[in-house]
């Protein structure tokens, strides 16, 4: 199933005892213990009888009770869990809203006790108003990545993405966004194997922007046309920023906003785009920068090598710092630009207790939520 190639290249998996389960690779997997702790590491009953489309079979401090497609998901305390976070409340109700006026209104009159995630501007009222909630903006490993196509007619010119780099002023649109996110200079965040902050390799100067696109053989009176094209979902204001910061430097900018699935069948698999904007969020992915084959175009043997090494190496500090190198050779050829490190403000009410901040678009711990 999907994910399960994570694992690695698995010699054998038997359970030793009933408390230990042993396996053993033929290679070793630098990501293995993070694998287990996702889809990769789920413990299926094969005696369990069950519609897997609409029911769910676990072991942990609760179990599904409802489930409405695009409206919440019920959840109840299990009753036979045997392990050390027992659920401290008996039913929670996770919602979704599609209108974010709605969840805040939903907030504001208390038919929520949490929102997340909520934008720092509409977050602004619950953070004035201190007495009653809490706001605060969690690490995660969102990452708003402005790719360069590596094969376009234009952005295969190295001058023209280093260019683009430092032209763009990512302060000015992390405080436009209510400034809780985070700058990234590279392709792995913070909370991920081999950070390190590659931030001041292209600081915002438009003077050096200028004379790499004049190398190029344009300006603001003869500016080169490209196109960004980027999914719906993320409004008109990202765009707008960038091609009114691109302007002075002689690009001129059109803004392709779409659906998301034109995007997926335009950019993701046929490759036909100039620059792209999308939130790559998962976790440990910088797998991608290896891969050829991905839409980003990125083919760097050295890159391939290293990351090859660092997936092989057993000794994690030695990983860390092959995956270290190799993101400091991404971010000096610009393939891309990373925006911005998106950061989830959560807002809840004062007596909620045990809400997770840290991660929880895609890590959502439930266990020791309580109403003191």
Known sequence: YRGSNMVGKVESAKAKDDYTFEITLKEPNAKLLWALCSRSGLVFDKNAKYDAKTQAVGSGPYLIDKFVPNDRV?????????????????????????????????????????LAP?????????????????????????????????????????????AIRYAIDHKQIIASRGGTDLALGGPIPSLDPGYEDLTKLYPHDLQRAKELMKEVGFDESHPMDLTLTYPNIYGTQIG?????????????????????????????????????????????????????????????????????????????????????????????????????NYRVVTAKVKNLEGMPFDMNQEILPLYNLRLS
């Open 118 to 162: 909520i934008s720092g501007q509409l977050a602004k009222p619950f953070k004035d108003d201190s007495k009653r909630y809490d706001v605060s903006a969690g690490n995660g490993t969102d990452k708003f990545v402005l790719a360069m196509n590596m094969k376009g007619e234009r952005t295969k010119d190295k001058r023209v993405r280093k």
């Open 240 to 340: 707008d920023q960038l091609r009114s910061q691109l302007k002075p430097i002689g690009i001129n900018l059109k803004v392709n906003i779409v659906e998301f699935t034109t995007w997926l069948q335009d950019v993701y698999k046929n490759k036909q785009y100039d620059l792209s904007m999308v939130d790559h969020n998962e976790s440990h992915d910088f797998g991608q920068w290896a891969d050829p084959t991905y839409y980003y175009g990125y083919d760097n043997k050295q890159v391939q090598d290293l990351y090859a090494k660092a997936m092989l190496c057993a000794d994690p500090k030695e990983s860390n710092k092959l995956l270290a190198k190799a993101a400091r050779i991404i971010s000096e050829d610009a393939p891309a630009d990373w925006l911005f």
């Open 74 to 114: 019920v959840l109840k305390a299990n009753p036979r869990y045997k392990g050390i976070h027992r659920a401290q409340t008996n039913k929670i109700v996770v919602r979704y809203f599609v209108d974010d006026n709605a969840a805040v209104d939903a907030l504001s009159s208390g038919s929520v006790q949490a």
